[in-house]
């Protein structure tokens, strides 16, 4: 028999060796350069181009893998950060994690591993309840946004070729009535991968406004210009212009066309816990499935996606997995019939904790400091000489114009400056630098601080 080595203290040793290390890496956020001092190959030279023929001590391994690794990593959780849009770390948040990798339960089943299950279903009902989603609506918790968008879609792909009177568990889609799938022209491309994956291909585009919304007319006559089974994807928070589409006007013509309404939300649904930003997702409890992102407003760790659906038996319909070892559930709904996994990490329990710590206050507060300090960012840019705020700023995402510069050299100059972290991107034919504000923890002093390196960036 095979008997790994024991000590007395097996796991107190590595775990004290982490702790220290992460407290060591999250609280010098501050001081630590934003991108990368180290490539890839340069890493694998640190880490070790070998599998060891032997192997080493637990603590020896994990001091020497962050030792190597930490050169390479970007400080995404820096309050600077403004890339892409990446969430922060909730303290709270981060200890479950660890916690659920301690426990180590494979949750797929709620009556196998009630412990974190019931974390998980509370975690899920309060998002809803949060973002004022149907009190019918069962929530499931997947990897990211782009699973949470394929599983929602598989969903809707399943209710709509059922009212067509064609079982696509059963059938697949080779033959089945064609679904015609219609999105803004702004979506995420997450979504297209969820299509293609689904065998649906590629969405039509409708029309967007300024803002990159929806023009519900657009849409209307897009619907109109068909017929069948039909699939809706609006978007909450547009990644440029922070914007969500009109779903009031534009859920109503898709009902009223036979249309399911799928809403890809990833950060933008997050408008909807803040009674003084709720206004700009009005209409979206009146979709069919929503995805959101637990690790972007919320500053959850990753991994942390979530899929909601008003009508869970569709959910079920397209996720479902038993046999006679995997026993369903007698009451409930299993997390295997929420998503794609079978096998998963209680991945909703860190969420549980950031929603414990926060409460429904907070979560407001965070969401309404987001979109202050973008506000600010704004404000600040604004009066920069040249430069040009495209976009609102109604949320979380703003979009500069640098008249008659190359905004990919800002960008570059940004990083190499390193005091802070935005994106050249293309947004409604013009080179933009994008900020993203997605962390807890930036604040006046940091908003002040990436002003004043956009400032001596352009000054050069
Ligand atoms: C980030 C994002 C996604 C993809 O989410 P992941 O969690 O990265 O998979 C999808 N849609 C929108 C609008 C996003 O911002």
Same mark, same amino acid.
């Given at each position: 028999?095979?008997?790994?080595?024991?000590?007395?203290?097996?796991?107190?040793?590595?775990?004290?060796?982490?702790?220290? @290390?992460?407290?060591? +890496?999250?609280?010098?956020?501050?001081?630590?350069? @934003?991108?990368?001092?180290?490539?890839?190959?340069?890493?694998?030279?640190?880490?070790?181009?070998?599998?060891?023929?032997?192997? #080493?001590?637990?603590?020896?391994?994990? =001091?020497?893998?962050?030792?190597?690794?930490?050169?390479?990593?970007?400080?995404?959780?820096?309050?600077?950060?403004?890339?892409?849009? @990446?969430?922060?770390?909730?303290?709270?948040?981060?200890?479950?994690?660890?916690?659920? #990798?301690?426990?180590?339960?494979?949750?797929?089943?709620?009556?196998?591993?009630?412990?974190?299950?019931?974390?998980?279903?509370?975690?899920?009902? !309060?998002?809803? =309840?949060? &973002?004022?989603?149907?009190? /019918?609506?069962?929530?499931?918790?997947?990897?990211?946004?782009?699973?949470?968008?394929?599983? *929602? &879609?598989?969903?809707?792909?399943?209710?709509?070729?059922?009212? *067509?009177?064609?079982?696509?568990?059963?059938?697949?889609?080779?033959?089945?009535?064609?679904?015609?799938? @219609?999105?803004?022209?702004?979506?995420?491309?997450?979504?297209?991968?969820?299509?293609?994956?689904?065998?649906?291909?590629?969405?039509?585009?409708?029309?967007?406004?300024?803002?990159?919304?929806?023009?519900?007319?657009?849409?209307?006559?897009?619907?109109?210009?068909?017929?069948?089974?039909?699939?809706?994807?609006?978007?909450?928070?547009?990644?440029?212009?922070?914007?969500?589409?009109?779903?009031?006007?534009?859920?109503?013509?898709?009902?009223?066309?036979?249309? +399911?309404?799928?809403?890809?939300?990833?950060?933008?649904? !997050?408008?909807?816990?803040?009674?003084?930003?709720?206004?700009?997702?009005?209409?979206? =409890?009146?979709?069919?499935? !929503?995805?959101?992102?637990?690790?972007?407003?919320?500053?959850?760790?990753?991994?942390?996606?979530?899929?909601?659906?008003? =009508?869970?038996?569709?959910?079920?319909?397209?996720?479902?997995?038993?046999?006679? %070892?995997?026993?369903?559930?007698?009451?409930?709904?299993?997390?295997?019939?929420?998503?794609?996994?079978?096998?998963?990490?209680?991945?909703?329990?860190? /969420? %549980?904790?950031?929603?414990?710590?926060?409460?429904?206050?907070?979560?407001?507060?965070?969401?309404?400091?987001?979109?202050?300090?973008?506000?600010?960012?704004?404000?600040?840019?604004?009066?920069?000489?040249?430069?040009?705020? &495209?976009?609102?700023?109604?949320?979380?995402?703003?979009?500069?114009?640098?008249?008659?510069?190359?905004?990919?050299?800002?960008?570059?100059?940004?990083?190499?400056?390193?005091?802070?972290?935005?994106?050249?991107?293309? +947004?409604?034919?013009?080179?933009?630098?994008?900020?993203?504000? #997605?962390?807890? #923890? /930036?604040?006046?002093?940091?908003?002040?601080?990436?002003?004043?390196?956009?400032?001596?960036?352009?000054?050069?």
């Amino acid at each position: 028999m095979v008997r790994v080595p024991q000590s007395d203290d097996e796991f107190g040793a590595p775990l004290a060796a982490a702790a220290r @290390i992460s407290g060591a +890496w999250l609280e010098g956020m501050p001081s630590r350069p @934003i991108v990368p001092v180290t490539g890839i190959e340069a890493v694998k030279d640190r880490l070790g181009r070998e599998l060891p023929r032997t192997g #080493s001590d637990a603590v020896d391994v994990v =001091e020497a893998l962050a030792r190597a690794v930490e050169p390479g990593l970007m400080a995404m959780q820096s309050a600077r950060f403004f890339g892409w849009v @990446i969430g922060g770390t909730a303290p709270a948040a981060l200890a479950a994690d660890w916690l659920v #990798s301690a426990w180590d339960q494979n949750s797929a089943l709620r009556e196998v591993t009630p412990g974190v299950n019931a974390a998980e279903e509370l975690a899920g009902e !309060w998002i809803c =309840e949060l &973002l004022g989603l149907p009190a /019918t609506t069962v929530a499931g918790f997947t990897t990211g946004a782009t699973t949470a968008n394929l599983v *929602a &879609l598989a969903a809707a792909r399943h209710a709509v070729l059922e009212r *067509a009177g064609w079982d696509d568990a059963e059938l697949g889609i080779q033959g089945a009535p064609p679904v015609r799938v @219609i999105a803004g022209d702004e979506h995420h491309p997450s979504v297209d991968v969820a299509l293609r994956v689904l065998g649906l291909g590629r969405p039509r585009d409708v029309a967007s406004d300024a803002e990159g919304r929806v023009v519900p007319a657009a849409l209307e006559a897009a619907l109109a210009d068909g017929e069948g089974p039909a699939i809706v994807c609006l978007q909450a928070g547009n990644i440029h212009s922070g914007a969500s589409d009109p779903f009031e006007a534009c859920v109503a013509v898709a009902h009223a066309a036979g249309a +399911w309404v799928h809403v890809d939300g990833a950060f933008g649904l !997050w408008a909807a816990a803040s009674p003084a930003l709720r206004h700009l997702v009005a209409g979206v =409890e009146l979709a069919d499935s !929503w995805t959101t992102d637990a690790h972007k407003t919320l500053n959850v760790p990753y991994d942390a996606g979530v899929v909601a659906v008003a =009508e869970p038996a569709h959910l079920v319909a397209a996720m479902t997995m038993h046999a006679a %070892y995997l026993p369903a559930a007698s009451t409930g709904v299993d997390a295997n019939d929420r998503v794609l996994e079978l096998s998963r990490r209680a991945r909703g329990v860190p /969420t %549980y904790a950031a929603l414990c710590t926060l409460g429904r206050d907070g979560v407001a507060r965070l969401v309404d400091g987001l979109v202050e300090a973008a506000q600010a960012i704004a404000a600040g840019l604004r009066v920069m000489p040249g430069v040009e705020v &495209l976009n609102e700023v109604c949320f979380t995402q703003v979009c500069a114009a640098f008249d008659g510069r190359d905004v990919a050299e800002i960008a570059r100059a940004l990083d190499a400056d390193g005091a802070a972290l935005a994106h050249h991107s293309r +947004w409604r034919d013009r080179d933009v630098l994008r900020f993203s504000v #997605s962390n807890r #923890s /930036t604040d006046a002093a940091a908003v002040e601080a990436a002003l004043a390196a956009v400032h001596r960036v352009l000054g050069a």
